[in-house]
C-alpha cells in the first residue's frame, strides 16, 4: 500500500507539473487602466486543457493580463458570468473574393455571429491574382474580420494559359511560377488547387508539384480541392500526397469527405493514406465542415473537356447531337461509378436563368420540364425544341437519361450552384473525431435573399461542431472542439500570436453560452442565424456585443512570413 501511494504521489506531482507547465497559472491580480476588461469567464484556452475561471484585460489589441482584475478599470467592460470564453475561431476554407468591395469595408455577419475572427480565402485553386493589391485594399477600406488568402492555382494558370487544357509550355510554366512566387512575397500563405475545376483539371501532376515547390520555398502550404472525392477519391489524395513528397511540402486537404453510396465506408481507408504518408515523414493536415451535403457549381456534373476555351465554346458543342450524346454516356457513367441510379441527391441553389427552380432537384425539374410549356420554360430548352418536343426527339432515353439533358440545358443557359446530398454521416462523424480535424465553411458572406437557397454551413459550422458533435453527441470534447478551431489552424498557418488565450497574444476572443450554442439554419431555412453566441471581439474590439453587430472594423490583413509556421 505504502509503494502504491508513492507511485500515485510521484504520477500527481508529474501531473500537476506538467499542467501548471501547460497551463499557467493565471497572474494572482491584475492593477491599472485596460481598453477592455471581460471578468467572470470560464476559460477554454485553445490548448485543449481543461477551462479555468479568469478575468482578461486587454490593451493595445493585444491580450496582457490574465488573472484577478477586480481592482482594474477598463474603458469598456463585459461581465461574463456564466459564459465561456475562448480564441475567436478560425475559419481555414472560404471564399469571400467576391464579397470584397472595391470601395468600402469588408463585412462578414455571417461570419461573425458564429465565433468567427479569422477567414482563410483563396481556396480551391481561386483567388485574387495581385495578393498585394488585395491586402491593401482590405487594409485602406477596413474589415470586420481577420483575412488571411492563399493564392490560387486555377487563377494563376487562367492569367497565363486561359481555359486551354495543354500542358504549360517552359515559359508559361516559369510564369506562373513567378505569379506565385510574387504572392508568397506579398503575403500569401501557400498554393491553393481546385483540381476538379476548368482550368485545374487540365494540369497534370508534374506541373502541381513544380508550382507547389515555389510555395515550399517559402515555408507555405499546399492546400489541396482534390481531383476527386467520389469512387476516384483514393487516386486523388495519392496525387496529392505525391505533390507533397516531391516539392517537400506541407499538404492540406480541403473538405476531406467520401461522396457516393459506393464510397460510403471508405473514410478511415482514406485517412489511413494520411496517416501512411506521415509516418514516411510527410506533413499533412485537413480539414472539414460539419455536413452530410456539399455544395458547388452544377459543372462538376459535366466532363471537364466540355469547358475547355470559352462559353460559347461549350455551349457549341452542346448542339451537336452526336457530341451532347458522348456528353450524356460519359455523365452517367460518372453517376453511376459512384453509386447513384440518378440525380435525386442533387437540388438547385441558384439558377439566375429560372429562380423557379431554386430548391427543386434534378428529377423535379425533369419531371417539370416534360409538362410546362415552352412559354413558360424556355429557358432550359435546346435551341428549336420545346421541352415536349425535346422529349420526342430523344424517344429512347430513360430516366437518367432525361436527366442528364437536363443539367446540360441549365449548364448552357448560365449553369447553376447545387447542394449535393452526396455523404454518409457516419464518415462525416468518423472524419470529424480525428484529432488532426480543423474546420472550414466553405462559404462566401451570407446575405438573405429569396431566390437563393444555399448551404447552410455558411450560417452554422462553428456553433454546429460546438453544439451537436461536441456538447450533445460528446465525439470529443468541448475543449478539443475548441483547440481544433483555434490553435490547431493558427499554428498550421502560420497565424502568429493567435488562436491561444494568452498574454501578449492578439484579442481575438468569442464569448459564448456553452449550454445553448447552436447552429438553427438548415437545408430549407439556410439563412436562420446561430443561437448562443453573444460576443465576439477582433484584435480588442467588440463586433458583437450581446448578439447585436456594432459598427467596429477591427479587422486586419494577416500577411504570411518566411519560416514561422510550425
Not at 479555468?52 to 463585459?78: E, M, P, W, Y
Not at 483540381?195 to 515555389?214: C, H, M, Q, R
Request: charged content about 20%.
Amino acid at each position: 500500500m505504502a509503494l502504491s501511494a508513492l507511485v500515485i504521489a510521484l504520477v500527481s506531482g508529474l501531473m500537476l507539473s506538467f499542467m501548471r507547465h501547460r497551463f499557467p497559472k493565471p497572474s494572482p491580480a491584475c492593477k491599472g487602466d485596460f481598453d477592455l476588461v471581460i471578468s467572470g469567464a470560464e476559460i477554454i484556452d485553445g490548448s485543449g486543457g481543461p477551462p479555468f475561471h479568469a478575468d482578461i484585460g486587454i490593451n493595445d489589441k493585444r491580450i496582457v493580463c490574465i488573472g484577478d482584475l477586480q481592482s482594474a478599470r477598463g474603458r469598456t467592460a463585459i461581465d461574463a458570468r456564466g459564459l465561456t470564453l475562448a480564441p475567436g475561431f478560425i475559419d481555414v476554407h472560404t471564399h469571400i473574393e467576391r464579397n470584397v468591395p472595391q470601395t468600402g469595408p469588408f463585412l462578414a455577419p455571417n461570419f461573425v455571429r458564429q465565433g468567427v475572427t479569422t477567414v482563410i480565402t483563396g481556396n480551391c485553386g481561386r483567388s485574387f491574382v495581385d495578393i498585394g493589391k488585395f491586402l491593401k485594399r482590405v487594409a485602406t477600406n477596413g474589415t470586420q474580420v481577420n483575412i488571411a488568402t492563399l493564392i490560387g492555382h486555377n487563377t494563376v494558370r487562367v492569367q497565363v494559359m486561359k481555359q486551354k487544357a495543354s500542358v504549360p509550355s517552359a515559359a508559361e510554366l516559369k510564369e506562373m511560377e513567378t505569379l506565385i512566387s510574387r504572392a508568397m512575397h506579398e503575403g500569401a500563405f501557400g498554393l491553393s488547387t481546385g483540381l476538379v475545376y476548368v482550368p485545374g483539371t487540365f494540369s497534370k501532376t508534374d506541373e502541381i508539384s513544380k508550382l507547389a515547390k515555389v510555395a515550399a520555398d517559402e515555408n507555405g502550404l499546399y492546400v489541396s480541392h482534390i481531383r476527386d472525392e467520389g469512387a476516384r477519391g483514393v487516386d486523388a489524395l495519392g496525387e496529392a500526397i505525391s505533390v507533397g513528397e516531391s516539392a517537400r511540402v506541407h499538404v492540406h486537404i480541403s473538405h476531406f469527405k467520401a461522396q457516393g453510396p459506393n464510397e460510403w465506408g471508405s473514410a478511415q481507408a482514406r485517412l489511413n493514406l494520411l496517416n501512411a504518408a506521415r509516418e514516411r515523414g510527410l506533413v499533412v493536415s485537413l480539414d472539414q465542415y460539419p455536413y452530410n451535403a456539399s455544395s458547388t457549381g452544377l459543372a462538376v456534373l459535366l466532363p471537364s473537356w466540355l469547358s475547355e476555351g470559352d462559353f460559347a465554346a461549350a455551349k457549341h458543342k452542346l448542339s451537336d447531337p452526336e457530341t451532347r450524346r458522348h456528353i450524356r454516356d460519359e455523365m452517367l457513367d460518372q453517376l453511376h461509378r459512384n453509386g447513384w441510379k440518378d440525380y435525386s441527391f442533387a437540388r438547385v441553389a441558384y439558377y439566375q436563368a429560372d429562380p423557379s427552380f431554386v430548391g427543386l432537384s434534378i428529377p423535379e425539374i425533369t419531371r417539370k420540364r416534360g409538362t410546362d410549356s415552352l412559354a413558360s420554360h424556355a429557358s432550359i430548352v435546346p435551341s428549336k425544341l420545346s421541352s415536349a418536343g425535346a422529349d420526342k426527339a430523344l424517344p429512347n432515353i430513360n430516366e437518367s437519361d432525361r436527366q442528364a439533358e437536363t443539367i446540360m440545358d441549365l449548364f448552357s443557359h448560365g449553369g447553376a450552384q447545387m447542394v449535393f446530398f452526396d455523404m454518409s454521416e457516419d464518415d462525416v462523424e468518423l472524419i470529424m473525431k480525428n484529432p488532426d480535424v480543423m474546420f472550414g465553411s466553405d462559404s462566401s458572406v451570407r446575405e438573405d435573399n429569396p431566390t437563393v437557397l444555399p448551404h447552410p454551413r455558411g450560417m452554422g459550422t462553428f456553433p454546429r461542431v460546438l453544439g451537436v458533435y461536441a456538447r450533445d453527441k460528446q465525439l470529443f470534447t468541448m475543449e478539443e472542439a475548441v483547440r481544433r478551431m483555434t490553435s490547431l489552424p493558427a499554428s498550421t498557418f502560420g497565424l502568429v500570436d493567435r488562436g491561444l488565450v494568452r498574454e501578449n497574444n492578439w484579442a481575438d476572443l468569442v464569448l459564448f453560452d456553452r449550454n445553448r450554442i447552436i447552429d438553427t439554419a438548415s437545408f430549407e431555412k439556410p439563412y436562420s442565424f446561430p443561437e448562443g453566441i453573444r460576443y465576439v471581439i477582433v484584435n480588442g474590439s467588440v463586433v458583437l456585443d450581446e448578439g447585436h453587430l456594432t459598427t467596429s472594423l477591427p479587422g486586419t490583413p494577416l500577411r504570411h512570413e518566411s519560416g514561422i509556421r510550425n
